[in-house]
């Protein structure tokens, strides 16, 4: 069974730090490109950033460049994604997913797995 499991989340004062974790099971990560999303209540769902181990490439949103950045280990099936310098406007469930393919690009096909998110709080 194809499985990606999100952690890392908590609650965090503004200027803080957290590094989010996405384990992936039952599929060729290197296969896969994997990204991380987040939606805020009342909100659209927003794709944050995106990796391909196999390639090394990233694709980031723009807004959250300089804070947010990501990283894999292919050995661990693991995608990573420390976030820096935390707002409260970064609140939202953080959800890790999977779409097959080597390269992060602005337009990307949906991605077909998602894990079950974790919940990250900045308080003020």
């Known amino acids: 069974d194809v499985q990606l499991q999100a952690s890392g989340g908590g609650l965090v004062q503004a200027g803080g730090s957290l590094r989010l974790s996405c384990v992936a099971s039952g599929f060729t990560f290197d296969d896969y490109a994997i990204g991380w999303f987040r939606q805020a209540p009342g909100k659209e769902r927003e794709r944050v950033s995106c990796?391909?181990?196999?390639?090394?490439?990233?694709l980031s949103a723009d807004s959250l460049k300089g804070r947010f950045t990501i990283s894999s280990d292919s050995a661990k099936n693991s995608v990573y994604l420390q976030m820096n310098s935390l707002k409260p406007e970064d609140t939202a469930i953080y959800y890790c997913a999977a779409v097959r393919g080597r390269w992060c690009v602005s337009t990307m096909p949906p991605f077909e797995y998602w894990g079950q998110g974790t919940q990250v709080t900045v308080s003020s």
């Open positions: 990796i391909s181990s196999s390639t090394g490439s990233t």
